[in-house]
């Protein structure tokens, strides 16, 4: 610590418990997943949920459509996987581009 009284930029404590006026300068406001996350999330959700109990509890829903049974256990499962990829892209994408857009 220096005896003229300059901050230095380090740790100074203030007992008198007022803040500095650079405290919390660097800390981003929390404000929660915002739209990006919340997106992820439903595509999170229908990936590891709804496909699999649809394919787990009614296997037979695409062949009455004539789609064959081995071909909807085949694409199925990739089409929310690229749903969830696309969307990972998507959000991540927003994340780095300065900034979130909360609704």
């Known amino acids: 610590m220096n005896s003229n009284g300059d901050d ?3 740790y100074v404590h203030r007992p008198d418990g007022a803040p ?5 300068r660097d800390e981003p406001e929390a404000t929660g997943f915002g739209s990006t996350g919340w997106g992820l999330v439903a ?3 229908l990936c590891t949920i709804v496909v699999p109990g649809i394919i787990y509890l009614e296997p037979s829903v695409f ?5 064959p049974y081995t071909v909807a256990l085949l694409i ?5 996987a690229a749903i969830l ?3 990972a892209v998507w959000s991540m994408t927003g994340a780095t581009n300065g900034g979130r857009r909360d609704d």
Do not use: E, K, Q
């Open 43 to 45: 595509v999170l959700i």
């Open 63 to 67: 062949a009455a459509v004539g789609i």
């Open 20 to 24: 500095s006026s650079d405290a919390g």
């Open 8 to 10: 230095t930029g380090g």
């Open 76 to 80: 199925l499962p990739l089409l929310p």
């Open 85 to 87: 990829g696309l969307t």
